[in-house]
């Protein structure tokens, strides 16, 4: 019993590692327009939705105990070979997402860190992505029994920094700013708060460690998500609290618009050393621990792709692409988060889980169940591609926060006059 327990605390701070990665570094930018209290609730119902999806294909893996469990095969065998490439797509689409979106954060982090401003196309930004990328691809590259003796570590280190930046940022939170709500801003949010909650890639592995017992899987699992669910609050509070949200050049609104990462307007605004180096060392630290856990996936169904190969090809056909995408577009943070999120991450751990639900259970609660995720996951999937499509008025929406902020502005400043004002 006690093996038992202490396996189910380990995968628990597994999953909260895979889950504290670049969702964390862009949730304060994508939900700072939507405020505190909208934010909290579809925090709620998407982490409520991803974890029925991750019990759905835990269920799946446990039933067949495959050592080479995988979710193209899995989709094929309810939805046939238009299934199981419709998952390859999605699951490249994922994990190349990620990968982008982790080079050019990091960049921009340190970028910013070196310079005091983001920056995009210079030469420092050239050299730095290729650093940054050498780095991160090596250590990835080494496979999992090399980066697991430092991911301990690295965690330990993670959550201590994230302790430290929470309580020097709690310092200057202003509480006024976290009583903006504004719906509008809602459908730009859900697909990074999606990305946030996202660890299902490793819930095969998850599974094999822990025998094929569903109830401590889905223990560990909910455990997981919880601490990961906290974190991601806290950090949306204080991102929130902290950042104005249209006024001035480290506002929530700029760095949504430059894909920067949280950490960056953040240590502007806070102007202490301490916590722009702390800011970095978390924010790398994240990057790192969730760069290998997806890399090393990617390598291993680039390795069934490709149907083996060389070490050195798989290796490039991994980590190239990524480059390349975060070389031409310095900026695609903010955006690779969302694609991924809204496109990848809502139709295979979404979508397709919510069907083999329904097609399994033949009770009307059960579909019901199923069918109301499902549909929450297309329409964020609809949502995503239609504000890809420019379908979606971004810049009426961010026009509208404007004159919601300075509003809101005006009647600070006029509410303390009018109450000190002597009565004639």
């Given at each position: 019993?006690?093996?038992?327990?202490?396996?189910?605390?380990?995968?628990?701070?597994?999953?909260?590692?895979?889950?504290?990665?670049?969702?964390?570094?862009?949730?304060?930018?994508?939900?700072?327009?939507?405020?505190?209290?909208?934010?909290?609730?579809?925090?709620?119902?998407?982490?409520?939705?991803m974890y029925f999806s991750a019990i759905v294909l835990a269920r799946e893996a446990v039933e067949r105990k495959e050592?080479?469990?995988?979710?193209?095969?899995?989709?094929?065998?309810?939805?046939?070979?238009?299934?199981?490439?419709?998952?390859?797509?999605?699951?490249?689409?994922?994990?190349?997402?990620?990968?982008?979106?982790?080079?050019?954060?990091?960049?921009?982090?340190?970028?910013?860190?070196?310079?005091?401003?983001?920056?995009?196309?210079?030469?420092?930004?050239?050299?730095?992505?290729?650093?940054?990328?050498?780095?991160?691809?090596?250590?990835?590259?080494g496979g999992s029994g090399f980066v697991a003796r430092y991911n301990q570590l690295l965690m330990l280190f993670l959550?201590?920094?994230?302790?430290?930046?929470?309580?020097?940022?709690?310092?200057?939170?202003?509480?006024?700013?976290?009583?903006?709500?504004?719906?509008?801003?809602?459908?730009?949010?859900?697909?990074?708060?999606?990305?946030?909650?996202?660890?299902?890639?490793?819930?095969?592995?998850?599974?094999?460690?822990?025998?094929?017992?569903?109830?401590?899987?889905?223990?560990?699992?909910?455990i997981g998500m919880v601490i990961g669910f906290t974190m991601n609050l806290i950090w949306v509070g204080v991102g929130?609290?902290?950042?104005?949200?249209?006024?001035?050049?480290?506002?929530?609104?700029?760095?949504?618009?430059?894909?920067?990462?949280?950490?960056?307007?953040?240590?502007?605004?806070?102007?202490?050393?301490?916590?722009?180096?702390?800011?970095?060392?978390?924010?790398?630290?994240?990057?790192?621990?969730?760069?290998?856990?997806?890399?090393?996936?990617?390598?291993?169904?680039?390795?069934?792709?490709?149907?083996?190969?060389?070490?050195?090809?798989?290796?490039?056909?991994?980590?190239?692409?990524?480059?390349?995408?975060?070389?031409?577009?310095?900026?695609?943070?903010?955006?690779?988060?969302?694609?991924?999120?809204?496109?990848?991450?809502?139709?295979?751990?979404?979508?397709?889980?919510?069907?083999?639900?329904?097609?399994?259970?033949?009770?009307?609660?059960?579909?019901?169940?199923?069918?109301?995720?499902?549909?929450?996951?297309?329409?964020?999937?609809?949502?995503?591609?239609?504000?890809?499509?420019?379908?979606?008025?971004?810049?009426?929406?961010?026009?509208?926060?404007?004159?919601?902020?300075?509003?809101?502005?005006?009647?600070?400043?006029?509410?303390?006059?009018?109450?000190?004002?002597?009565?004639?």
């Amino acid at each position: 019993m006690a093996r038992k327990k202490q396996g189910t605390v380990m995968i628990a701070l597994l999953v909260t590692g895979n889950l504290i990665g670049a969702g964390i570094l862009a949730l304060p930018m994508q939900t700072g327009g939507v405020g505190l209290l909208y934010s909290f609730l579809a925090m709620v119902v998407c982490c409520g939705a991803m974890y029925f999806s991750a019990i759905v294909l835990a269920r799946e893996a446990v039933e067949r105990k495959e050592e080479n469990f995988n979710y193209p095969s899995l989709y094929g065998r309810y939805l046939g070979p238009f299934g199981k490439w419709l998952a390859t797509g999605a699951n490249l689409l994922i994990l190349y997402g990620l990968l982008t979106a982790y080079i050019g954060g990091g960049t921009s982090i340190i970028v910013s860190t070196i310079s005091g401003q983001a920056g995009s196309g210079s030469i420092t930004t050239i050299i730095v992505t290729l650093l940054l990328f050498a780095g991160l691809s090596a250590f990835t590259a080494g496979g999992s029994g090399f980066v697991a003796r430092y991911n301990q570590l690295l965690m330990l280190f993670l959550g201590l920094s994230f302790v430290i930046l929470v309580i020097m940022g709690a310092g200057r939170v202003e509480l006024d700013r976290m009583l903006f709500r504004n719906l509008r801003f809602l459908p730009i949010a859900v697909p990074v708060i999606l990305t946030a909650f996202h660890f299902h890639n490793i819930i095969p592995t998850i599974c094999k460690d822990m025998e094929w017992d569903l109830a401590a899987i889905s223990r560990a699992m909910f455990i997981g998500m919880v601490i990961g669910f906290t974190m991601n609050l806290i950090w949306v509070g204080v991102g929130i609290g902290v950042l104005p949200l249209t006024l001035g050049s480290n506002s929530i609104l700029q760095g949504f618009q430059q894909g920067l990462p949280a950490t960056v307007p953040l240590g502007k605004i806070l102007a202490n050393p301490m916590f722009s180096a702390v800011a970095m060392a978390f924010s790398l630290t994240a990057i790192c621990t969730s760069y290998a856990a997806n890399g090393i996936g990617l390598m291993d169904f680039n390795r069934d792709l490709l149907g083996g190969g060389s070490r050195l090809k798989i290796i490039m056909a991994t980590f190239l692409p990524p480059l390349f995408i975060a070389l031409l577009f310095p900026t695609v943070f903010l955006k690779a988060i969302g694609v991924v999120g809204g496109v990848g991450i809502a139709l295979l751990f979404g979508v397709l889980p919510a069907v083999i639900f329904f097609i399994k259970n033949t009770k009307r609660s059960a579909r019901i169940l199923a069918l109301a995720v499902g549909l929450l996951f297309a329409a964020a999937l609809l949502i995503d591609l239609s504000n890809d499509f420019g379908l979606i008025n971004t810049d009426a929406i961010l026009q509208d926060l404007q004159k919601k902020e300075a509003l809101q502005e005006k009647r600070q400043v006029f509410i303390p006059l009018t109450q000190h004002s002597p009565i004639i």
